[in-house]
């Protein structure tokens, strides 16, 4: 049978706010996702924006109008919780595109029911990837208008408990499901997960060889300017100004081959460093460590998740094996009464003649 999953994340930042806009919203021009097949992105949508949004105007806009504390809101406090729902391809497969609608659908009515309706910042359902899902996202205000994440996310206790809620309000909707996590979602996050290792790993190593090829620029250039300043004074040119006249300094320096030859190399290599910068300006690696570093955190999201789960799993085993012993103990009684008893009743019969 599928599964119902569910996941939040505390989204800490304006810059991961961001990130998780232009992915959900397909704004990036390159993805490393494989699974994305661009040419069915135009089937996405959003249950609750008609149009892309700002992500951080929203938030400030929900905020503005539902924030009732009496306190200032400190500059770290968590504006932003995002999340996902979904489940396996296989439970996907036996619906048509309305049934997936109407899935989604009667997921968001369940976090609105949770987390307040007018806090709700987008529901947006992608279906151009393997497996179709709704990214969330709400500001974490509480009924009395205070901004809490802590209080509205709870701790693991929680979020099991949220989670239970999840799958009991979906079955009662008419949807079969298990609750817990799906093996198909969770070998994704791996792969997106190792994905995640070989691209950190890419940029380490293109960023070092800008930076390998500015030092040996930059070397060669401190060279240049060493070697031209323990150099004589230059010879100037001079020139005779008249028929008769002297000789006089036209201002023009003069220099050998060598000394041009080296004169050369070193604005080359001025002129490597300055290209080399421009490049590295031009490359976001500012953003892309961000994202990177959003990623990272979701997938820790999905990785403790998972252990929440396999603890839990955990400790039922070890409730049933209690059991199991204790029954076997018991087992191990009445096996030994009944062979007493055999005993007893086989020796009545050979020492008490007509005894049955």
């Keep these: 049978m599928s599964h119902s999953i569910l996941r939040v994340a505390r989204v800490k930042g304006s810059s991961n706010t961001n990130g998780i806009q232009r992915h959900n919203q397909r704004e990036n021009k390159n993805y490393n996702n494989k699974d ?28 503005d109008e539902n924030y009732s504390g009496k306190r200032k809101i400190r500059s770290d406090a968590i504006r932003h919780v995002d ?56 500001v974490p205000l509480t009924e009395d208008g205070r901004l809490s994440a802590k209080e509205q996310l709870g701790n693991k206790k929680d979020f099991t408990q949220l989670q239970d809620r999840f799958n009991e309000y979906v079955n009662e909707k008419g949807y079969e499901l298990e609750r817990g996590t799906s093996k198909e979602v969770t070998e994704r996050e791996h792969k997106a997960m190792d994905q995640y290792k070989k691209d950190t790993v890419f940029h380490k190593q293109e960023l070092q060889e800008v930076k390998d090829e500015l030092q040996k620029a930059n070397k060669q250039l401190q060279s240049g300017i060493e070697h031209m300043r323990s150099t004589k004074p230059f010879d100037y040119e001079n020139e005779r100004t008249g028929l008769f006249s002297g000789r006089e300094e036209t201002g023009r320096k003069i220099l050998t081959a060598d000394e041009f030859e080296r004169l050369q190399e070193t604005i080359s290599s001025a002129e490597r460093i300055v290209d080399d910068y421009e490049n590295i300006k ?13 990623r990272r ?5 999905v990785v403790n998740t998972w252990k929440e789960g396999y603890h839990e799993k955990s400790k039922e085993v070890n409730k049933l094996k209690r059991e199991n012993d204790s029954l076997n103990e018991q087992l191990n009684v009445s096996e030994k009464f009944q062979d007493s008893t055999v005993t007893l009743y086989r020796a009545a019969r050979a020492n008490f003649p007509g005894f049955e």
């Design 36 to 63: 994305i097949n661009h040419e069915e992105t135009y089937k996405n949508y959003d249950l609750i924006n008609a149009q892309n949004i700002k992500y951080k105007d929203k938030i400030d806009e929900t905020i």
């Design 83 to 138: 999340g996902l729902v979904t489940s396996d391809k296989d439970f996907f497969d036996d619906l048509s595109g309305e049934e997936i609608e109407r899935f989604f659908k009667d997921s968001l009515e369940f976090l609105e029911n949770e987390y307040g309706k007018e806090n709700m910042l987008y529901a947006t359902v992608h279906l151009d990837e393997r497996v179709p899902h709704m990214h969330f996202g709400f």
């Design 282 to 294: 031009s490359t976001d690696y500012y953003t892309e460590n961000q994202e990177l570093k959003k």
């Design 297 to 301: 955190e979701s997938l820790k999201e």
